[in-house]
């Protein structure tokens, strides 16, 4: 392959939303997003994953590189190290809810939530339009896609509105996934 085309990683950011139009079980595919930049820091001792691979990164450049309205970095509110802080504290709960709750869904404690929420309490108004049919699954192996499916999509939506406003890749200032593979560096460094 000619080495000064680089690789159309955005289009697994792409995709991924796409398939969960067809399907939500397709979401699961979230989850090697989630898992494989840390495998990355643990294996290569770098972000190997933002440096390279990240398709959200990728799409963020694609969309905004040169487009953005004042392609000038966010004010410090938005991406210093409180942002940072709140960004991990709303990773980390909205993934204990995701597990947490597919677990009492599993358990027959509470009801499956099969819809979409931005930021985990605002309903979309629409519902996904399901074009392939699932087939007959427990509650929460239906259930757990949309959560996560509504995770990215929450991060998603907050990092183009960044992208269009500022520099191309503000997100990955406050990205949860980068503030924890930094921590992890700094944790094999010491
Ligand atoms: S910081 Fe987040 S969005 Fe940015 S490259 Fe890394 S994983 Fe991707």
Redesign the pocket.
């Known amino acids: 392959m000619n080495k000064n085309i680089a690789f159309p990683y955005y289009i697994f950011t792409i995709l991924f939303f796409v398939l969960g139009l067809f399907n939500l079980l397709f979401a699961y595919l979230g989850f090697a997003c989630m898992i494989t ?1 840390f495998v990355l820091v643990y294996r290569d001792r770098k ?1 190997t ?3 390279r691979y ?1 398709p ?2 990728h799409l ?1 450049n694609l969309l905004f590189k040169g487009r953005s309205l004042t392609n000038r970095p966010a004010p410090k509110f938005m991406t210093g190290d409180k942002a940072r802080l709140v960004f991990l504290i709303y990773f980390l709960v909205n993934f204990a809810v995701l597990i947490i709750s597919t677990i009492m869904v599993g358990i027959g404690q509470v009801e499956a939530i099969n819809d979409l929420r931005f930021l985990m309490a605002f309903r979309l108004p629409f519902a996904a339009p399901q074009i392939l049919a699932s087939p007959d699954l427990p509650d929460f192996v239906i259930h757990m896609p949309y959560r996560i499916y509504s995770m990215m999509m929450t991060t998603t939506v907050i ?1 183009l509105l960044l992208g269009w406003i500022y520099k191309p ?1 503000t ?2 200032t406050i ?4 503030t924890i ?1 930094n921590m992890a560096i700094n944790q094999q460094r010491s």
């Open positions: 930049p972000k994953w933002c440096q990240c959200r990164a963020f990092g890749r997100w990955c990205c949860p996934v980068g593979s």
